[in-house]
């Protein structure tokens, strides 16, 4: 599985100085993961324990670095989430 869908690393790779905003989806325990991507010099925005993941600020290359990590299982762009009214 592709940790980074293909046009997304593209984009990262255009921008690897530039902060950028993704989710980390990841299979260690949350705190373990906050602290890993502490230690890379990432923003921890937030834990998002419903898709067991963090939303996180750092330099496109850092991300891209974190691509190679085992425990790291998909990162995503974070974009705004819009729910539907009724």
Avoid: C, Y
Wanted: aromatic content about 2%; charged content about 20%.
């Amino acid at each position: 599985m592709n940790v980074l869908d293909p046009a997304f690393r593209q984009q990262l790779e255009h921008v690897k100085d530039h902060p950028v905003n993704v989710i980390v989806i990841v299979t260690l325990p949350l705190e373990r993961a906050r602290s890993a991507l502490e230690a890379r010099g990432v923003h921890v925005q937030r834990t998002l324990r419903l898709i067991h993941g963090v939303a996180v600020s750092a330099p496109a290359h850092v991300i891209l670095a974190l691509t190679q990590e085992p425990w790291v299982q998909r990162i995503e762009p974070d974009r705004p989430v819009h729910t539907q009214r009724s």
